[in-house]
């Protein structure tokens, strides 16, 4: 049976999420604490891949301990990988850039370790932004929140095709649990109903 724990991390209180399934984990956007991240993993725990729904360094200041100390795989959607590599084409101001060589998202369905997973280029906040689905759960990064959405005024955001990804996230069954990168977790079927930026569709 398969288990969501949720880490929320760093000043920008960031949601990372560490799914579990028969003794394999996967590690999604790991903001940062390293050691808390590690607390979280049981001796015989056997790590897949660390995933990153988007680029912004709030999503990643962890990933580079991780993967040297786990020796496990960083995904990333191509289009992210600059972002996440080089932190001065963003407004932040920060340093947190990530070093580690990556890996690419197959979209659609991909599986990491035993994990069948479905990968959605969802672009909009960046232009890289994925959502990944697992059975029933949706993580959406920062393109879906609780009756909210992803900014889209920063590097490589877009309003129209923010619009173009939340319409194909509302296709899904209604009863999808969403896991965003900050705020709660809720339903697709209270976001269909109260989120003011999917009324439209």
Do not use: W
């Not at 920008?12 to 604490?33: F, R, W």
């Not at 001065?88 to 979209?107: H, N, P």
């Not at 689905?133 to 129209?160: I, N, W």
């Amino acid at each position: 049976m398969e288990k969501v724990q949720q880490l929320v991390l760093s000043m920008m209180q960031t949601n990372c999420y560490l799914l579990k399934e028969e003794g394999h984990v996967l590690i999604i956007d790991p903001a940062s604490s390293t050691n808390r991240i590690l607390s979280q993993l049981d001796e015989q725990d056997i790590v897949d891949g660390i995933l990153l729904t988007h680029g912004h360094f709030d999503h990643i200041g962890a990933a580079d301990m991780l993967k040297k100390r786990l020796h496990c795989p960083v995904f990333v959607h191509p289009l992210d990988e600059r972002l996440a590599k080089d932190p001065r084409i963003d407004r932040f101001g920060t340093d947190i850039a990530l070093k580690s060589q990556v890996s690419y998202y197959q979209e659609g369905r991909m599986n990491i370790g035993p994990f069948e997973l479905e990968i959605l280029h969802t672009p909009g906040h960046t232009d890289g932004s994925v959502c990944i689905g697992y059975k029933h759960h949706l993580f959406t990064g920062d393109t879906l929140f609780q009756q909210s959405v992803g900014r889209c005024d920063l590097y490589s955001g877009s309003d129209s095709k923010l619009k173009q990804s939340l319409r194909l996230l509302c296709e899904r069954h209604p009863d999808t649990l969403i896991y965003p990168g900050h705020g709660s977790t809720t339903v697709l079927m209270d976001e269909l109903l109260m989120n003011p930026y999917l009324s439209s569709f």
